[in-house]
């Protein structure tokens, strides 16, 4: 059973910049595809970017292509979301996702395991 804890999150001025992690404890990340997924106040979930197991093919949403990047560092069994450029409308609580399957974890099925969510608060 992978448990996984994000941090990270805060409250951050329109352009600028926040690093989420996403720790995996009671298994090893390798294995799996890695995505990290948003939720704002109102609205349904959506992905936001994905990095496949094992060549690392990544995946963004087009609001936060160019902006964001997805990162695995699997020494450290962490996944990272560098967050660039940020806007208001990024607001919203983060989640890391893991799953065998790439697919899931870019929003075609509900990935397997999850973390609890970090909030992320971009300011105008």
């Known amino acids: 059973q992978v448990q996984l804890v994000e941090s990270g999150g805060g409250l951050v001025q329109a352009g600028g910049s926040l690093r989420l992690s996403c720790a995996a404890s009671g298994g090893t990340l390798s294995s799996y595809s890695m995505g990290w997924f948003r939720q704002a106040p109102g609205k349904q979930r959506e992905p936001v970017a994905a990095?496949?197991?094992?060549?690392?093919?990544?995946y963004y949403a087009r609001s936060v292509a160019g902006r964001f990047t997805i990162s695995r560092d699997n020494a450290k069994n962490t996944v990272y979301l560098q967050m660039n450029s940020l806007k208001p409308e990024d607001t919203a609580v983060y989640s890391c996702?893991?799953?065998?399957?790439?697919?899931?974890?870019?929003?075609?099925?509900?990935?397997?395991?999850w973390g609890q969510g970090t909030q992320v608060t971009v300011s105008a």
């Open positions: 996702a893991a799953d065998l399957r790439y697919w899931k974890v870019t929003g075609g099925d509900n990935p397997e395991y």
């Open positions: 990095i496949s197991w094992p060549n690392d093919l990544t």
